[in-house]
């Protein structure tokens, strides 16, 4: 199994829909979760953090669910510029001793049309 | 603060070449990340510093890959000789903490290498 896996995509939809992403890992003990985005030919940013009780910033949302190792992403009233893909990241903390790594899934690919 | 600069953003060269690709953090971070990026494996860590010391090597794929930071404001990774298989966009990243909850890693706009 691969430590954080994402269902690539794409995901097509409308201006103003709801769209979730989900992202499953691996590892039982991480600690940090993130949500970062990449645009196209572009470095990936800080979405936001992934906080146990959920959190929300505008139209997101992001849930974690530790019992079954997995993280959530909703984006309410999808805009063009929210065209992007989406990367799950977890820092496996003290997995093999390392306390600075983050681990990056492989991205789900948004697009928003008119 | 300019974010996380490197250099050169693009670089071809031919296979058994030497490569070296630089790094200046933001001032003040104490992490140094360096990551690979290609469509196949996605982002994956090579190697990353704390304070300069480099602390977890394990995923550099094989002797022909080596970083350094000699001081705060700068590393380098090296790929002496390059394969075509080396192609990717290689990113460096700063965070002022471990990777905790409220962290950021800030990314440089990365270099597109590619080995002909």
């Known amino acids: 199994r691969k430590e954080v896996e994402q269902d690539p995509g794409p995901f097509n939809v409308p201006e103003g829909a709801t769209v979730a992403f989900n992202c499953t890992y691996s590892?039982?003990?991480?600690?940090?979760f993130f949500w970062y985005r990449q645009d196209c030919r572009k470095e990936p940013k800080l979405l936001m953090s992934v906080y146990s009780s959920g959190n929300e910033d505008g139209r997101f949302t992001a849930q974690l669910n530790r019992a079954s190792q997995y993280i959530s992403l909703l984006i309410r009233d999808s805009k063009l510029s929210d065209s992007a893909t989406y990367l799950c990241v977890v820092n496996p903390s003290n997995y093999g001793g390392s306390q600075g790594n983050l681990i990056f899934g492989k991205g789900t690919k948004l697009s928003v049309k008119p | 603060d300019a974010g996380v600069i490197q250099s050169p953003r693009h670089e071809v060269t031919e296979m058994g070449q030497e490569v070296t690709l630089r790094c200046k953090p933001i001032?003040?971070?104490?992490?140094l990340f360096w990551y690979r990026q290609t469509m196949m494996r996605g982002l994956e860590l090579l190697i990353y510093?704390?304070?300069?010391?480099?602390?977890?090597d394990s995923g550099m794929p094989e002797d022909r890959f080596s970083a350094k930071m000699p001081n705060a404001s700068f590393s380098t990774l090296k790929i002496q000789p390059s394969e075509p298989r080396d192609s990717a966009v290689y990113f460096c990243?700063?965070?002022?903490?471990?990777?905790?909850?409220?962290?950021?890693?800030?990314f440089g706009q990365g270099t597109r290498l590619t080995v002909v």
């Open positions: 590892n039982s003990a991480s600690q940090s």
């Open positions: 510093f704390n304070n300069n010391v480099p602390i977890d």
């Open positions: 990243a700063s965070s002022l903490r471990p990777q905790t909850v409220n962290t950021e890693a800030f």
């Open positions: 001032s003040g971070h104490d992490y």
